[in-house]
């Protein structure tokens, strides 16, 4: 009789845990799906009864623009010295995979501003200076003196024989003497060992500031291709400080240069910001102003147009435009590095493709009677004064010159505007 209730019992037991087991699983795949449909809260809520550690990834997978709110939610589930704990545990393994990102932003989360900073120079190196920088500058609350601070930081890198970023370090806080003395000191030691050519490459960096913003705005080029923008800040602020150090008085070729230098970094600034209006306005649902931004955004890249920004101009066109848009999502899908977001936005650009055979209908132009009309051409932006000239697109009715406008759309095929589909319907009319 004994030998039989144990044997229930044990029964009884393993049934449970299959129940439990079954149970966290299915909890564990509605989390996942919750997740893919951008619902991150919801997610991080469900992830948060399984465990602290896969809440905390679930906050470092979080898109930037929600991150903040999912840590806020983490930290009210949970103890602040077990989310340090688990968030400094994390920092550990990202960094022994040697990623800087994702390892800094884990010391952040665990409110080691510094540690963030280190780890930036241990793991990225050179290139990761403005990153580091950015982490101290982001976190003020916690670093008393931003100079001192930054000086540790290059003392830490001259530690570890990272001689070049300790002088770039040191150059971020106007301490260009001590750079100097820092690359000199390395560059002898090298010499010394046998390393001509580094010690002649550290010896080069001394003079002028201008090598390290060439460094900076070709990290700028990089990061936007990657859609990486929070380095594209970072790198810009770096920049921004150094360019302002350019010697002036120069000869008149250097005068060029330095001119040359400001002006890329103007323009990338001026693309940050157009960039984030463009954001701000896709969230806020104002579609066709943020259309007007993609459009220009597209067009200031030229032939380098980042795969993101193409992805995020397809976002904004569905509703409107979304033959345009299919054909923007394969644009981005053929430049992301990323399999998975390329096949994402291919299947969005079928989605879209099926949209516009089967949601669209094709609009016929108007063409006013009225006189002493004069109002800007939505196409080449100047004037239309003369009424024979003037046409209207019939679905948000702003104006073109005719000519202009047929020839957009041979091109596009729709408004410039509000991006719906038109037709000519009288394509003999004189203009």
Not at 292 to 321: C, D, M, Q, R, T
Not at 347 to 361: D, F, P
Not at 406 to 419: M, N, Q, S, V
């Amino acid at each position: 009789m004994d030998i039989i209730t144990g044997l229930v019992v044990i029964g009884i037991i393993l049934v449970v845990i299959r129940k439990l087991w079954s149970s966290k699983n299915q909890r564990t795949q509605n989390a996942i799906n919750l997740e893919q449909q951008g619902r991150y809260l919801d997610a991080l809520d469900i992830y948060s009864r399984i465990s602290i550690s896969q809440a905390a990834d679930m906050v470092m997978r979080t898109p930037e623009a929600s991150q903040i709110l999912a840590l806020r939610s983490l930290e009210r589930k949970f103890s602040p010295r077990n989310v340090e704990r688990t968030f400094l545990n994390l920092a550990r393994i990202y960094s022994s995979k040697n990623d800087p990102h994702k390892s800094s932003k884990a010391y952040v989360f665990a409110r080691k501003p510094f540690a963030a900073a280190k780890a930036y120079i241990d793991v990225g190196g050179i290139d990761f200076i403005p990153a580091a920088i950015q982490v101290l500058d982001q976190n003020s609350q916690y670093i008393h003196d931003r100079d001192q601070a930054i000086r540790n930081l290059a003392r830490h890198a001259y530690a570890n024989q990272k001689f070049l970023e300790a002088s770039e370090l040191l150059r971020a806080i106007g301490a260009e003497e001590e750079a100097n003395t820092v690359l000199i000191a390395a560059a002898s030691e090298l010499k010394k060992q046998g390393f001509d050519s580094l010690a002649k490459q550290y010896l080069s960096t001394t003079s002028h500031p201008k090598k390290a913003i060439e460094r900076y705005i070709h990290d700028v080029e990089k990061s936007f291709i990657k859609g990486d923008i929070e380095q594209v800040r970072r790198s810009l602020s770096i920049t921004n400080e150094l360019v302002g150090k350019l010697n002036t008085e120069n000869e008149e070729e250097s005068k060029v240069e330095n001119n040359q230098l400001r002006e890329k970094i103007n323009e990338f600034d001026r693309r940050l910001k157009v960039l984030d209006s463009a954001r701000d306005l896709l969230r806020k649902k104002n579609l066709n102003q943020s259309v007007a931004l993609y459009e220009e955004l597209v067009e200031s890249f030229g032939e380098e147009v980042p795969g993101f920004i193409y992805a995020e101009a397809a976002l904004a066109n569905e509703e409107h435009n979304p033959s345009y848009s299919a054909s923007l999502y394969q644009q981005a899908s053929e430049l992301v590095s990323s399999k998975e977001a390329a096949k994402t936005f291919r299947t969005r650009a079928k989605r879209m493709e099926i949209a516009a055979v089967g949601g669209t209908s094709s609009l016929s132009m108007v063409f006013p009677s009225e006189e002493g009309v004069e109002e800007n051409c939505s196409v080449c932006r100047t004037k239309v004064s003369d009424i024979e000239t003037l046409v209207r697109c019939p679905e948000c009715g702003s104006p073109a010159h005719y000519a202009h406008l047929a020839e957009w759309l041979k091109i596009r095929g729709f408004c410039p505007i509000c991006k719906k589909k038109i037709k000519v319907k009288n394509p003999k009319r004189k203009f």
